[in-house]
Structures are given as structure tokens and as C-alpha cells.
């Protein structure tokens, strides 16, 4: 067996390894927040109800959705509780072919990216949800009972997250982009009308019809590309790499 394959094994072997430590990390904080499961979903679940009516409320129309969603929050809340140390097994296994400065500037870009995430997520939550879902039972039908599937509620505060939490990242692409020298911070300023209309087309795609939610989703967008740029002026083009990788 040449040294190459060998290294390519012990890479695998390796890989492995932080995959399954990643795993088990998820899965030992799903088993500590198990008996919570209803509670997780319920806090979940709050700016909805809180919405309804007076004795409005949520429906199961799957026979094991009562057992089953709770779990797939709770599994939710275990990811992103132990999303840290799954990006430090994701770090460990690529920092060694890292340059230096590559290693400098990726720790703050991902932690830049997972505080922003979560930023994007609480936007939504705090703000987005009880505006969307008061608006929802302010146009409600008169005679027209508004209740939902507790499934379908997850799969809409899912997509509503990620659509929020990749938006809140609209900095560190900027950054990135400015970095690798695919783009300028003239050609960002040029086509900021460009993004400004394409953050109101994501707004209509990614959030219910009313104008208020697209706006919501829109503006922060358009904000977060300004502050993109002028963070870009700090980091700048980065400089052709000298140094050895990392043994």
C-alpha cells in the first residue's frame, strides 16, 4: 500500500471519528431534554396560540403526530444546542491544510455565522411569527375556525427559520466574496438596486402574502448587505499565502 492511500485511509479513519463524536453529542443532549419534549413544543408553538382566539387551538391529524413532532423539535433544540462542538469536530478534522491567515479569519466567520444564524432565527420567533400570525386571524372569515396541524406548524417555523437565519448571514458572504477577490466593494454599491429588488422577491417567495412579512424579511436583508460592505473595508482582499499549511 503507497503512503498516499494510507493517508487517504487515515483521513477517513479520522473523519469517522469526528462524525460519530458529533453524533453522539447531539444525541446525548436529545436524551438530557427528552422529558421536555411537550414542553419544547409548546414554547415552539406559543406565538401561534397566543394568536387564536379565545379557546382556539392546534390539531394532530396524524395518529403518532402527538409523540412524533415534539420529538423532531426536541431533536431541533439538540442540534443547535450542540451545534458548537459540531463545528469544533468540523474545525479539528480541516484546520491542518489550513494556511495561517486562513485559520485566523475562519474561526470569526463561522462564529460571525452561527451567532447570526440564531439571530436570524429569534428575529423570526420574537418579531416575524406574532406579526404574521395576528395578521392571519385578523383577515380570518367570519364563521371560519383557524386551527393548523401541529405538523404543518413545525414545517412552516422550519422553512421560517431557515429562511431567516440565512438571510441574517447576508454579511459573511459579503465578507467572504470580498476576501477571495470575487467581487469588489465598488461592484457591491453598483448593483445594491439589484438587491434591493431581489430582497423584495425573496421576501414574496419565503414569507406568507401580506406586505408586512415580506417587508420584515426584505429590510433586514438589504441592512445586513450594507453592513456587509462596510465590514468588507476592514477585511479586504486577502494576500497571496506564504506560509506553510498547518502539519
Known amino acids: 500500500m503507497t503512503e498516499p492511500q494510507e493517508t487517504f485511509i487515515s483521513h477517513l479513519i479520522e473523519l469517522r471519528t469526528r462524525l460519530i463524536r458529533a453524533i453522539l453529542a447531539i444525541f446525548v443532549v436529545f436524551v438530557c431534554l427528552f422529558p421536555w419534549a411537550k414542553d419544547l413544543y409548546a414554547m415552539l408553538a406559543?406565538?401561534?396560540l397566543a394568536a387564536l382566539p379565545q379557546g382556539g387551538q392546534m390539531i394532530a391529524t396524524d395518529v403518532v403526530g402527538v409523540f412524533v413532532v415534539p420529538m423532531k423539535v426536541t431533536l431541533l433544540?439538540?442540534?443547535l444546542i450542540a451545534l458548537p462542538y459540531v463545528l469544533y469536530q468540523i474545525?479539528?478534522?480541516?484546520?491542518?491544510?489550513l494556511y495561517a491567515h486562513?485559520?485566523?479569519?475562519?474561526?470569526?466567520?463561522i462564529t460571525a455565522s452561527v451567532l447570526l444564524f440564531f439571530s436570524g432565527m429569534a428575529f423570526a420567533y420574537l418579531i416575524v411569527f406574532?406579526?404574521?400570525?395576528?395578521?392571519?386571524?385578523?383577515?380570518?372569515?367570519?364563521?371560519?375556525?383557524?386551527m393548523t396541524d401541529i405538523d404543518k406548524y413545525l414545517s412552516f417555523a422550519l422553512s421560517t427559520f431557515v429562511a431567516f437565519g440565512v438571510t441574517f448571514e447576508v454579511p459573511v458572504v459579503v465578507i467572504v466574496l470580498v476576501r477571495m477577490g470575487i467581487v469588489s466593494i465598488t461592484k457591491l454599491k453598483e448593483i445594491r438596486p439589484y438587491v434591493i429588488v431581489g430582497a423584495f422577491v425573496i421576501?414574496?417567495?419565503f414569507t406568507p402574502p401580506d406586505v408586512m412579512s415580506q417587508i420584515m424579511l426584505a429590510v433586514p436583508l438589504c441592512l445586513l448587505y450594507e453592513l456587509g460592505i462596510v465590514l468588507a473595508r476592514f477585511v479586504g482582499k486577502a494576500a497571496p499565502p506564504t506560509e506553510a499549511r498547518a502539519e
Do not use: D, Q
Not at 406574532?130 to 383557524?146: D, L, N, S
Open 91 to 97: 474545525w479539528a478534522f480541516v484546520a491542518p491544510g
Open 102 to 109: 486562513e485559520r485566523k479569519l475562519v474561526i470569526p466567520l
Open 77 to 79: 433544540v439538540a442540534f
Open 46 to 48: 406559543h406565538p401561534l
Open 130 to 146: 406574532p406579526t404574521i400570525f395576528k395578521f392571519m386571524a385578523a383577515v380570518a372569515p367570519a364563521g371560519v375556525a383557524w
Open 203 to 205: 421576501g414574496a417567495v
